[in-house]
């Protein structure tokens, strides 16, 4: 058999073989195009696209409880000299060895922690009732912080080298304290802290509501 001859013979098995390859018979169809959308199916379609986007914007973190105020927890008897209603010998300045460019309403909280080195200095006792109980784990004071300044020297009696100290003024005691959970740094309270604090102190009503 030449090459030619066993090319076509090859050709003719090979277009053979194809055909009885394809499927025929009643349990065989082609595949079909999908039939185009309606007016109406596009237009749901769209509407279903829009709820998506919608429902993924709305599960961006949002803050629950939106305030400007805050609070720092101090110990005592740092904290309860704070909320002393002279000027005289109240305090007025917080030492911290780091600073913030927040300013505005804060509450003054007692933590847990009693600095026992504090009651002994002199001019702690001197400040201080003979009775005095330290008051811990509750909030004391509101009060307003307004400035912030590196050290320079001995500003206030209660100032301390090589800290931040934290102006305070404005600052009114609770006459009823309220317990919280305290924490670091600068925290911000709870719209319900604010409002059991609000209840039991009518007068810091107003300062309570930012």
């Given amino acids: 058999m030449t090459a030619t001859l066993a090319a076509a013979y090859d050709a003719a ?91 505005g309403t804060l509450l003054i909280h007692g933590g ?33 912080l307004t400035g912030i300044h590196a050290d320079d020297g001995e500003c206030t009696r209660w100032s301390e080298p090589d800290c931040f100290h934290w102006e305070l003024s404005n600052v009114q005691p609770l006459q009823d304290p309220v317990r919280a959970t305290g924490s670091q740094r600068l925290w911000k309270p709870s719209r319900q802290l604010r409002d059991e604090i609000a209840a039991a102190n009518p007068a810091l009503k107003g300062r309570l509501a930012g």
């Fill in 112 to 144: 847990l922690t009693i600095d026992k080195r504090a009651l002994a200095l002199p001019a702690v006792r001197e400040a201080l009732p003979d009775d005095y109980q330290p008051v811990q784990g509750h909030v004391v004071a509101v009060a307003d």
């Fill in 13 to 103: 098995l090979y277009a053979r073989a194809r055909h009885e390859a394809e499927p025929t018979g009643a349990l065989f169809t082609a595949p079909q195009r999908p039939a185009p959308l309606t007016a109406e199916q596009q237009r749901l379609n769209l509407e279903l696209l829009g709820q998506g986007i919608s429902s993924r914007h709305q599960a961006v973190p949002t803050d629950p409880e939106p305030t400007t105020i805050r609070a720092l927890t101090i110990q005592p008897p740092w904290s309860d000299l704070i909320a002393l209603v002279n000027e005289a010998i109240a305090k007025r300045i917080e030492n911290r060895v780091w600073t913030t460019n927040w300013r």
